[in-house]
Protein backbone atom coordinates (compact mmCIF):
# COMPACT_ATOMS: atom_id res chain seq x y z
CA UNK A 1 0.00 0.00 0.00
CA UNK A 2 1.06 3.85 -0.90
CA UNK A 3 0.58 5.60 2.02
CA UNK A 4 0.36 9.74 1.10
CA UNK A 5 1.24 12.08 4.13
CA UNK A 6 -0.07 15.33 3.47
CA UNK A 7 1.57 18.31 5.63
CA UNK A 8 -0.73 21.15 6.59
CA UNK A 9 -0.24 24.78 8.30
CA UNK A 10 -2.71 26.00 10.81
CA UNK A 11 -4.38 27.14 7.82
CA UNK A 12 -4.84 23.98 6.45
CA UNK A 13 -2.35 25.03 2.85
CA UNK A 14 0.05 22.47 1.83
CA UNK A 15 3.22 22.73 2.77
CA UNK A 16 4.65 19.46 1.99
CA UNK A 17 4.43 15.39 1.18
CA UNK A 18 5.71 12.53 2.04
CA UNK A 19 5.18 9.24 -0.15
CA UNK A 20 6.20 5.95 1.11
CA UNK A 21 5.49 2.57 -0.24
CA UNK A 22 4.31 0.66 -2.92
CA UNK A 23 0.58 -0.17 -3.85
CA UNK A 24 0.57 -3.65 -4.78
CA UNK A 25 -1.90 -3.71 -7.54
CA UNK A 26 0.25 -5.82 -10.04
CA UNK A 27 3.31 -7.33 -10.67
CA UNK A 28 7.25 -5.57 -10.79
CA UNK A 29 6.78 -2.83 -13.63
CA UNK A 30 2.74 -3.33 -14.25
CA UNK A 31 1.94 -1.37 -11.83
CA UNK A 32 -0.22 1.30 -13.06
CA UNK A 33 -0.96 3.24 -9.41
CA UNK A 34 2.58 3.15 -8.82
CA UNK A 35 3.46 4.51 -12.23
CA UNK A 36 0.37 7.25 -11.77
CA UNK A 37 1.11 8.11 -8.42
CA UNK A 38 5.04 8.59 -8.97
CA UNK A 39 4.36 11.19 -11.63
CA UNK A 40 2.04 12.96 -9.94
CA UNK A 41 4.44 13.62 -7.12
CA UNK A 42 7.53 14.51 -9.68
CA UNK A 43 5.49 16.50 -12.11
CA UNK A 44 4.54 18.49 -9.33
CA UNK A 45 7.93 18.36 -7.64
CA UNK A 46 9.65 19.64 -10.95
CA UNK A 47 6.89 22.19 -11.73
CA UNK A 48 7.72 23.70 -8.20
CA UNK A 49 11.39 23.98 -9.25
CA UNK A 50 10.66 24.93 -12.54
CA UNK A 51 7.75 27.59 -13.01
CA UNK A 52 7.94 29.16 -9.19
CA UNK A 53 11.32 30.54 -7.19
CA UNK A 54 9.62 28.73 -4.01
CA UNK A 55 12.25 27.01 -1.57
CA UNK A 56 11.82 23.33 -1.08
CA UNK A 57 13.98 20.53 -0.05
CA UNK A 58 13.33 17.00 -1.23
CA UNK A 59 14.12 13.25 -2.59
CA UNK A 60 13.21 10.27 -3.48
CA UNK A 61 14.50 6.45 -3.07
CA UNK A 62 13.42 4.16 -5.78
CA UNK A 63 13.68 0.78 -4.00
CA UNK A 64 11.29 1.93 -1.16
CA UNK A 65 8.78 3.84 -2.57
CA UNK A 66 10.37 6.90 -0.63
CA UNK A 67 9.31 10.32 -1.96
CA UNK A 68 9.28 13.46 0.08
CA UNK A 69 8.69 17.03 -0.26
CA UNK A 70 8.35 20.20 1.50
CA UNK A 71 8.41 23.88 1.54
CA UNK A 72 11.14 25.83 3.32
CA UNK A 73 9.67 29.29 3.00
CA UNK A 74 6.24 31.28 1.94
CA UNK A 75 4.53 29.28 -0.39
CA UNK A 76 3.53 30.97 -3.54
CA UNK A 77 0.25 30.76 -5.13
CA UNK A 78 1.30 28.91 -8.21
CA UNK A 79 3.12 26.20 -5.82
CA UNK A 80 -0.65 26.17 -3.72
CA UNK A 81 -2.19 25.70 -6.88
CA UNK A 82 0.69 22.62 -7.79
CA UNK A 83 -0.26 21.30 -4.28
CA UNK A 84 -4.09 21.19 -4.84
CA UNK A 85 -3.65 19.58 -8.02
CA UNK A 86 -1.52 16.88 -6.90
CA UNK A 87 -3.77 15.78 -3.66
CA UNK A 88 -6.31 16.19 -5.95
CA UNK A 89 -4.80 13.64 -8.55
CA UNK A 90 -3.56 11.08 -5.51
CA UNK A 91 -7.86 11.49 -4.36
CA UNK A 92 -9.17 10.91 -8.02
CA UNK A 93 -6.80 7.62 -7.79
CA UNK A 94 -7.54 6.37 -4.21
CA UNK A 95 -11.21 6.83 -4.95
CA UNK A 96 -11.11 4.83 -8.61
CA UNK A 97 -8.85 2.07 -7.44
CA UNK A 98 -9.62 1.63 -4.08
CA UNK A 99 -8.29 2.72 -0.45
CA UNK A 100 -6.40 -0.94 -0.03
CA UNK A 101 -4.17 0.46 -2.56
CA UNK A 102 -3.30 4.16 -1.67
CA UNK A 103 -4.15 5.57 2.06
CA UNK A 104 -3.82 9.31 2.11
CA UNK A 105 -3.36 11.25 5.36
CA UNK A 106 -3.04 15.00 6.56
CA UNK A 107 -1.17 16.14 9.33
CA UNK A 108 -1.31 19.60 10.67
CA UNK A 109 -0.17 20.89 14.09
CA UNK A 110 -4.07 19.79 15.05
CA UNK A 111 -3.59 16.45 14.70
CA UNK A 112 -3.88 13.45 11.81
CA UNK A 113 -6.91 12.63 10.02
CA UNK A 114 -7.11 9.99 7.61
CA UNK A 115 -9.35 10.28 4.11
Given at each position: MITVTVFQDSDLSY???ELTGHSGYAGQ????ICAAVSALALN???SVEHFTEDSFEGGTEEDTGH???RFTDT???ESKLLMNSLVLG????AGDYGKQYIKIRFQSKGGVSDV
Open positions: QGIGEDIMANFWFVSTLQNI
